[in-house]
């Protein structure tokens, strides 16, 4: 190698070895660009309001149980609210077996007034669950004392179970299915909490059995939220006609 050659080449190792590492290239960090800064954290839910929202429910459920008790229920109402008792507490012969709703969906309106939506089931005397209902609340007034200035009906779901008596006269099913209700029946009546539930089809397994898949529903008397268990019911058909298989127990 000429001395300039080797020169040049010695200038550039020298420049260039802080950044070699065992032989390679040292990576350096990404930097990180922000655009803009972060949105604030969502506002906590104002727990007078949810205790509001609750205790109106609830005084309704009872009122549903007791309609001796639905003026209970009305002293809630702020003066100007129009609400008819089956809006209120539902229809004669059924209770208001559970009711839900999301912190995060209460919106706040101007003076001091705020709304959210609400879902509501309700079942007959002996736990059948009837419909469910959508509805928007409208609150008004001040942190402690606030009342319900409006119900609005939003949506309504009827939980018939007229289909499911048609496919179980088709497959010659109709004792299972009765099995299935007094036995779903019972079980409501031994809970010692609000309890309902719902028989949403049935269909065969095989000659001998069908399958009644069913929804059991359970809630907190005065509680928002509820528990449901999707079990099915199997029911055996032999000697003395359809019975339940001791695994839906």
């Not at 080449?9 to 590492?21: C, D, E, K, M, N």
């Not at 509805?135 to 779901?157: D, H, N, P, Q, W």
């Not at 028989?199 to 509820?226: E, N």
Request: with cysteine; net charge positive; charged share 25%.
């Amino acid at each position: 190698m000429r001395p300039v050659t080797k020169l040049l080449a010695l200038a550039f190792l020298a420049v260039t070895a802080p950044h070699f590492s065992s032989g390679a290239l040292a990576e350096e960090a990404p930097n990180e660009i922000r655009l803009g800064h972060p949105p604030p954290p969502a506002p906590k839910p104002d727990q007078a309001e949810v205790r509001a929202v609750e205790r109106f429910l609830a005084a309704r459920q009872t009122a549903s149980l007791d309609r001796s008790r639905e003026a209970a229920a009305r002293r809630i109402l702020a003066g100007g609210a129009k609400v008819d008792p089956a809006t209120l507490a539902g229809e004669r012969g059924e209770t208001l077996m559970a009711f839900d709703f999301n912190d995060g969906a209460i919106v706040h309106l101007a003076s001091g007034r705020f709304r959210l939506p609400v879902y509501l089931l309700f079942a007959d005397r002996d736990g059948r669950v009837t419909r469910s209902r959508d509805e928007e609340l409208t609150f008004e007034g001040g942190r402690g004392a606030f009342l319900c200035a409006s119900i609005k009906v939003r949506g309504v779901m009827s939980w018939d179970s007229g289909e499911v008596a048609k496919t179980a006269d088709r497959l010659k099913a109709s004792e299972a299915l009765e099995r299935a209700d007094d036995f779903l029946r019972g079980w409501a009546k031994r809970q010692t909490r609000p309890a309902g539930y719902s028989i949403s089809d049935l269909y065969a397994a095989d000659p001998a059995r069908v399958v009644i898949p069913c929804l059991r529903f359970t809630a907190q008397p005065g509680k928002r939220g509820y528990d449901v268990t999707d079990l099915p019911l199997m029911m055996s058909r032999g000697p003395k006609g359809y019975q339940l298989e001791p695994a839906a127990n």
